[in-house]
């Protein structure tokens, strides 16, 4: 049921399937909004993970004005939390008005202390609560598309464009993927290197099916087979690549360096303008091969507010309580990683 805000002016409701038009063409309309405050992600999070969802808008006279997407995450491996947005790398309050982003607040802060959550935490790209404790670890690269590919092209620092031309070069060549399990191999395979469980499969079919024609994989082959791939969200005037992987052939023939080219490359030519490269943590090989792209570290606001616990969350591969589980993950089976992965990953958020 819709619940009353302090203003009387604006209520608070939670999203039905009849209302994800409306709140839809909310996202769209604002500037604070990201594809991951899409209402698809409610589906895609329950569906896929099992949490519990609570998908919160503010509106007044009819007119959604702002909105908060939040999921539960309850797991005795990493604890209890309510995030804004879980699996995404943005989140948070999207509003546009003061109103609205105080209900929202309000509203989610009541129902993280009704719930019984160790934490609340927001995704933001600009800061909101600066008496909150944050998780600094984190940016995001995101740089404007030129009209034209050769100034594209151009705009990459001289190293970097050496590695594209290597790998046109060798013989590389790129094609829209339509068989997710060919980009579930080459993924998976991917990520078991580096350590980390692996997605379950119907979560990435889940996402080709809710978002359509804005969720597309890119797929870089060399000799007849793939080497990299990439699934990429197109959002208004943007394309994210998300979830990408790669085969150790990959960097024998650059494919790494081909295939965020060539997804540049067609981006450009169908109009986009905006290259969003996605976040890294800090020191990381993958933040360093962003900005040897030409693209400067945005920090992103993870802000917390912490109810059960004294200090904010340290969920990621860099702490050091977790490397000898790295260490020890990598050594499984491939198979028997993609098998109990999906389990251990479904509790990271």
């Known amino acids: ?51 519990e969802t609570c998908y919160l808008y503010a509106e007044r006279g009819g007119r959604i004005e702002g909105v908060l997407p939040l999921a539960r995450i309850k797991s005795w491996l990493f604890g209890h939390s309510l995030v804004s947005v879980p699996f995404c790398v943005y989140g ?19 129902r993280a202390a009704a719930l019984g959550v160790d934490h609340l935490e927001y995704r933001h790209r600009e800061p909101h609560h600066s008496e909150w404790p944050t998780l600094g670890l984190y940016a995001t690269f995101r740089k404007p598309l030129a009209p034209e590919v050769e100034a594209n092209f151009s705009a990459i620092p001289r190293k970097q464009r050496r590695m594209v031309r290597q790998g046109v070069k060798a013989g590389l060549s790129s094609a ?44 870089v082959g060399h000799k007849g087979k793939p080497v990299a791939s990439v699934l990429a969200f197109y959002f208004r005037d943007e394309v994210l690549p998300y979830y990408g992987g790669g085969l150790p052939a990959a960097r024998e023939v650059a494919g790494y360096d081909f295939l965020y080219w060539e997804l540049m490359r067609r981006a450009c030519e169908a109009g986009y303008r905006v290259f969003d490269f996605g976040r890294s943590k800090r020191g990381t090989g993958a933040y360093h091969f962003k900005r040897n792209w030409g693209f400067e570290p945005q920090p992103l606001h993870y802000e917390f507010a912490l109810y059960r616990r004294s200090e904010v969350p340290q969920r990621h591969p860099l702490n050091p309580r977790y490397q000898r589980a790295i260490r020890l993950w990598r050594r499984l089976p491939l198979p028997v990683a993609n098998a109990i992965g999906p389990y251990v990953a479904r509790n990271l958020g």
Do not use: K, N
């Not at 594809?35 to 949490?51: K, L, P, Q």
């Not at 982003?101 to 509203?107: F, H």
């Open 1 to 51: 049921m819709p619940e009353a805000s302090s203003d009387t002016a604006v209520r608070v409701g939670t999203l039905s399937e009849a209302e994800a038009p409306r709140w839809d063409a909310f996202v769209e309309r604002c500037p604070e909004a990201t594809f991951c405050h899409r209402a698809g992600w409610e589906e895609v999070i329950r569906r896929a993970f099992g949490h």
């Open 176 to 219: 829209w993927e339509s068989d997710l399990d060919r980009f579930f191999a080459v993924y998976a395979r991917s990520v078991h290197r580096l350590g980390t469980p692996v997605f379950p499969r119907r979560y990435f079919r889940l996402l080709a099916e809710v978002f359509g024609d804005d969720c597309r994989v890119l797929s």
């Open 92 to 110: 948070g309050i999207a509003a546009e008005t003061d109103a609205a982003r105080e209900a929202l607040d309000g509203a989610a802060q009541r």
